[in-house]
């Protein structure tokens, strides 16, 4: 079973910046692509970036291209995102997953139904 562990949210001003990781386990990490998603209350959850397998390709969604940076550590089985001038609009529940495709032509579903516990970022005005 795949299981991940999310980390690094908090509570911060718009305008701020917080650096978000995600560890991974039970599966072939570098065989997979992965990404972000996100859930605001009562909302449906969307995806907003993904990177894929080796780093030579990332993708984000508009409203964060620009201010948020995808990264993974293939040795430590580890996910990242960086993310900068947060606004309002980002605060949200994040949860990190592989994914099926990270490409410019498909959308980023979640591989597997296995979701982590997430972490909160709250961005306040």
């Known amino acids: 079973r795949v299981q991940v562990v999310e980390s690094g949210g908090g509570l911060v001003q718009a305008g701020g910046s917080l650096r978000l990781s995600c560890t991974v386990s039970?599966?072939?990490?570098?065989?997979?692509?992965m990404g972000w998603f996100r859930q605001a209350p009562g909302k449906e959850r969307e995806g907003v970036s993904c990177i894929n397998w080796n780093s030579a390709y990332a993708k984000y969604t508009d409203s964060v291209k620009g201010r948020f940076t995808i990264s993974r550590d293939n040795v430590k089985n580890m996910l990242f995102l960086q993310m900068s001038v947060l606004k309002p609009e980002d605060t949200a529940m994040y949860y990190c997953?592989?994914?099926?495709?990270?490409?410019?032509?498909?959308?980023?579903?979640?591989?597997?139904?296995?979701w982590g516990q997430g972490t909160q970022v709250t961005v306040s005005s």
């Open positions: 039970g599966l072939t990490f570098d065989n997979h692509a």
């Open positions: 997953a592989a994914v099926d495709y990270c490409s410019a032509t498909r959308p980023m579903t979640a591989e597997y139904d296995d």
